[in-house]
């Protein structure tokens, strides 16, 4: 590996030197789910922790969000820190050559979702309200959710990743033609993952010739005249390359950890610093695999009915109203009919009186999503004892809120497509707009890197 095609800093992307666990190493015990999903259901986190026990696992090196407030959090990130070290020194994970891996994820609902595992410089993201960055967030970063994140990647010597990046590639000219030589790259793992994940195969790519042709590809996405001509651009924007499609968060408490590291750092330690990269699985927004799912909303220890009152109070200038339904299949349906007109706004809701629609006729934002989250943050502003969840998956909206004291609302998908357009030209989209698939189909955690100098 010559430094020709370790780092490419105009395109801030890296080859990487990547962990993965030694080869006794029980693979579907060792992999689990991003720990920003299933928030709500501590019971499916119970039952993850009674599956793995004590075996080597990333549970051990993550920190699930379920706990997040529960005051343990300093002996939790303590154990994490000290599971590390222990994994490390006793060979349980196992450095590569610097190399990049394919990755070929099967789910309950797509047959193959293919991604690219690499690095890439946290100097050319910037998750900020007008950004115009290589790397940027396709929906509004909760400042406040940062700082306990920071807190867990202070002394972590590892990093794992569940951030995915898209990137916009029509004609398919960067990950796709690897499967065509799949053969010729070494499979470093291939297994079933736990909980419904489905299954996951991963291929080693390290030779010179190929990393050149994936440099050069994402080169060709991010030359700024192909990228003005491909979005009819009259005014120069930045070139978008990476838009993060999944965990965020993550990545910018990444990026807060990296500022905190380099106040302390020369010119000349910042430019090869392992905390400056953030490793991430690229996938493209076209391929088949990659299913744009609503992110619902469910909130707890509310009165439904004052919490109804109150919404048509406040979209009252808009037209807002809402009508009941006996059955979920009656609502759907009146919903169905609903958005085929897209110049109003409309969203089902679930409490334990039933189900309903709520109506936004003359809408002043483009997306529904922006509609609601507009009034349910006035709300929680407002209601300090109610609190707020992002829910993926219209079976866990109405199981949750049928519940007494707690309500849900059912959103509907954005178009994929659209994103990148969307992005470039209106910002960042609201918070939780948009999943990419359901919940057992977001990222496991399995590759390793060090964020820490040797």
């Avoid at 994994?87 to 590569?96: F, K, P, T, V």
């Avoid at 990755?103 to 993201?125: C, M, N, P």
């Avoid at 406040?144 to 398919?172: G, Q, T």
């Avoid at 009941?324 to 897209?342: A, H, Q």
């Amino acid at each position: 590996m010559t430094d020709k095609f370790s780092y490419d800093k105009s395109l801030g992307v890296q080859v990487p030197s990547i962990m993965l666990p030694k080869k006794d190493v029980d693979m579907t015990l060792w992999s689990v789910v991003a720990c920003d999903q299933y928030t709500s259901e501590p019971e499916y986190w119970n039952k993850v922790y009674e599956i793995v026990g004590d075996n080597p696992s990333t549970l051990h090196l993550t920190f699930p969000e379920v706990y997040l407030g529960d005051g343990n959090e300093t002996e939790r990130i303590k154990k994490i820190n000290n599971k590390m070290k222990e994994y490390i020194n006793e060979g349980i994970l196992c450095s590569s050559e610097p190399c990049m891996i394919l990755v070929d994820r099967k789910t309950s609902h797509v047959q193959s979702r293919k991604g690219l595992i690499l690095a890439v410089d946290l100097e050319k993201y910037d998750y900020t309200k007008g950004s115009q960055s290589l790397i940027r967030a396709t929906e509004s970063t909760v400042i406040d959710r940062l700082p306990p994140r920071i807190k867990i990647r202070e002394n972590a010597l590892l990093e794992l990743p569940h951030v995915m990046l898209l990137i916009d590639d029509p004609d398919k000219t960067v990950i796709e033609p690897l499967s065509e030589k799949i053969d010729s790259f070494e499979k470093v793992y291939d297994f079933d993952l736990m909980m419904n994940g489905g299954h996951i195969k991963g291929y080693k790519i390290s030779d010179p010739i190929t990393l050149e042709r994936i440099f050069e590809a994402l080169k060709n996405l991010a030359d700024p005249n192909a990228f003005k001509s491909k979005y009819d651009l009259k005014d120069d924007k930045g070139v978008l390359l990476f838009a993060v499609g999944d965990g965020n968060h993550s990545l910018a408490s990444a990026k807060g950890h990296w500022e905190n590291v380099k106040k302390n750092l020369s010119d000349q330690e910042m430019e090869n610093h392992p905390a400056r990269f953030a490793l991430v699985e690229v996938v493209n927004v076209h391929d088949e695999g990659i299913t744009f799912e609503p992110i619902h909303r469910v909130l707890f220890n509310v009165d439904p009915e004052a919490l109804l009152k109150d919404m048509s109070e406040y979209f009252k200038k808009f037209d807002g109203s809402f009508m009941r339904f006996d059955s979920l299949e009656t609502m759907k349906n009146k919903l169905s009919d609903l958005t085929k007109d897209r110049s109003c706004h409309s969203f089902g809701f679930i409490s334990a009186l039933g189900f309903g629609v709520f109506t936004v006729t003359n809408p002043e934002h483009n997306l529904e999503v922006a509609t609601l989250q507009c009034f349910l943050d006035d709300f929680i502003n407002n209601n300090r004892n109610s609190k707020i969840d992002y829910i993926h998956g219209e079976d866990v909206v109405t199981k949750l809120g049928s519940k007494e004291g707690n309500i849900g609302f059912y959103l509907p998908s954005m178009r994929k497509h659209d994103l990148f357009k969307t992005v470039i030209l209106d910002g960042v989209l609201p918070r939780k707009t948009f999943s990419m698939g359901e919940a057992e189909e977001k990222r496991f955690y399995l590759e390793c890197r060090k964020i820490v100098k040797d």
